[in-house]
T-cell receptor, first 107, second 114 residues
């Protein structure tokens, strides 16, 4: 089973601050997802990465396959970014999930 | 967004009663999954399907069964609900191909067993 570790577990930021969430995994993978879940809400895949870097609006995701590490960055954070962010990796045909990072952005 | 819906969205049931949750997708995705999400445990795989009538167990399958008679529908059944099965249940689907495909989640089903 692929172990997926996320840090930090919780994060509080002021509006406008730069936020970084980290994810490490234990074995080789073919792809990694960053998922977002708002309180009481569904789960949405923000990015799927197999190498390099992807950007969508204020969100940037990077992955280093050799180091088995990925980061999710939120630039110019906003209260609507408050959510749980979950790292997940494909382990054969199944996803292994991190425990999630709860992000709170204060106005 | 992929068309994936769950029903019911909220249910309260009594201990010992059977419960069936339905997941319906309109994208012709081959793979479908049922997860439960609990505080302190995150998302855990209950069962998954890799085609019609092809299913397999996940890490927390005890007390649950599944069926997939059509590509678009994946049913999760709690044969005799227990309080430990109070949880939020998420269905997901993705296309075939090993590991590189985006996964789509349903909006969740909140189940309370009293």
């Amino acid at each position: 089973k692929n172990e997926v570790e996320q840090s930090p577990q919780n994060l509080t930021a002021q509006e406008g601050e730069f936020i970084t969430i980290n994810c490490s995994y234990s074995v080789g993978i073919s792809a990694l997802h960053w998922l977002q879940q708002h309180p009481g809400g569904g789960i949405v895949s923000l990015f799927m990465l197999s190498s390099g870097k992807k950007k969508h609006g204020r969100l940037i995701a990077t992955i280093n396959i050799q180091e088995k590490h990925s980061s999710l960055h939120i630039t110019a954070s906003h209260p609507r970014d408050s959510a749980v962010y979950i790292c997940a990796v494909w382990d054969d045909y199944k996803l292994s999930f991190g425990a999630g990072t709860t992000v709170t952005v204060r106005a | 967004d992929a068309g994936i819906t769950q029903s019911p969205r909220h249910k309260v049931t009594e201990t010992g009663t059977p419960v069936t949750l339905r997941c319906h997708q309109t994208e012709n995705h081959r793979y479908m999954y049922w997860y439960r999400q609990d505080p302190g445990h995150g998302l855990r795989l209950i069962h998954y399907s890799y085609g019609v009538k092809d299913t397999d167990k996940g890490e927390v399958s005890d007390g649950y069964s599944v069926s997939r008679s059509k590509t678009e529908d994946f049913l999760l059944t709690l044969e005799s609900a227990t309080s430990s099965q109070t949880s939020v249940y998420f269905c997901a689907s993705r296309t075939s191909g090993k590991g590189r495909n985006t996964i789509y989640f349903g909006e969740g089903s909140w189940l309370t067993v009293v």
